[in-house]
């Protein structure tokens, strides 16, 4: 399952990020070959926003036309991948997606029919070598219910709190280590964000995709998360990614080793980085 509805407009593109290019293809064909080249799919469905349908179907046949080309292969395609021109033979799908991500997901489960297990896996993390889908596949074939890749944090994470300018005056007139101790104008805006306190980074994780699941579980999941914004409206929590939507099940989830090449490409920066990978992909396999 491919959501490919993703706005664009923080990479500085009016167009989805699925169809914005990197080293000459799109975001969305880069992440058709990595699941082609991996082996694992017999169903891709790419869910696209209904005024990309079109183009998210030629970028399907162009992407088989690519992989299918006498020659070609696809272990010359990605990055890691050594497969059987043969596993081309991939049914991919492309339908409109819903209004949120967990529409979009909705909306290609029920195209996708029956299949034990479902991989959910966002176009913006198109450079991920197809060892992470393999991996992914393995474990859920193991026996978890979910699975998701993951890296370690490196960043020093901290908690933000959101405070008003008023109540960091009284902080420095009571002794508070903001601005210079003596309460006066500190220069912030009415609202801006105080920091509380160090996470142990040793126990967090950064999260990727593609995430794995039992059929049953994903759509168990789904349905519950559904029905709590019926029941809930405004109230209901956030849905930031399946795997959560499944952890409130009470399910575990389990964690297998992510990729460095599977950044998330959000912002301009990320594009850059991206350009650099694809275009070294190309020249070590030219």
């Known amino acids: 399952m491919v959501p490919a509805a993703g706005s664009g407009t923080r990479l500085g593109h009016p167009e989805p ?3 914005v290019s990197v080293d000459g293809r799109t975001l969305l064909a880069h992440s058709l070959e990595a699941i082609i080249s991996s082996g694992v799919a017999t169903t891709i469905v790419v ?3 209904e005024e990309f349908l079109l183009l998210a179907r030629a970028e399907i046949a162009e992407v088989v036309r690519r992989l299918s080309a006498p020659g070609a292969g696809i272990a010359q395609s990605v990055a890691g991948a050594a497969r059987d021109p043969s596993s081309t033979d991939v049914e991919i799908i492309a339908v409109v997606g819903g209004a949120d991500r ?6 290609g489960l029920a195209a996708a029919g029956e299949h034990d297990i479902v991989l959910v896996h966002d176009a913006a993390r198109a450079l991920t070598p197809p060892a992470v889908f393999e991996r992914v596949v393995a474990a859920v074939s193991s026996g978890a219910e979910a699975v998701v890749p993951v890296l370690p944090m490196i960043d020093t994470v ?3 709190q959101t405070v008003r300018s ?3 005056s009284a902080q420095g007139e009571t002794g508070g280590s903001l601005g210079d101790g003596a309460g006066g104008d500190h220069g912030l805006g009415p609202d801006h964000e105080i920091l509380r306190g160090d996470l142990d980074r040793a126990s967090l994780r950064r999260v990727q995709t593609p995430q794995g699941f039992t059929s049953a579980i994903l759509r168990r999941a789904h349905e519950a998360y559904r029905d709590e914004v019926r029941t809930q409206g405004a109230e209901a929590r956030e849905a ?4 959560g939507l499944v952890e409130r099940l009470g399910v575990d989830v389990v964690a297998v080793d992510g990729d460095e090449e599977a950044l998330k490409i959000t912002y301009p920066l990320d594009l850059v980085l991206a350009e650099h990978i694809a275009r070294e992909r190309s020249r070590t396999q030219s």
């Open 17 to 19: 990020k699925a169809f």
């Open 47 to 49: 869910a696209a926003p």
């Open 102 to 107: 967990v529409a979009s997901v909705d909306a």
């Open 158 to 160: 901290r908690r933000a």
């Open 166 to 168: 008023a109540d960091v």
């Open 240 to 243: 930031t990614d399946d795997a």
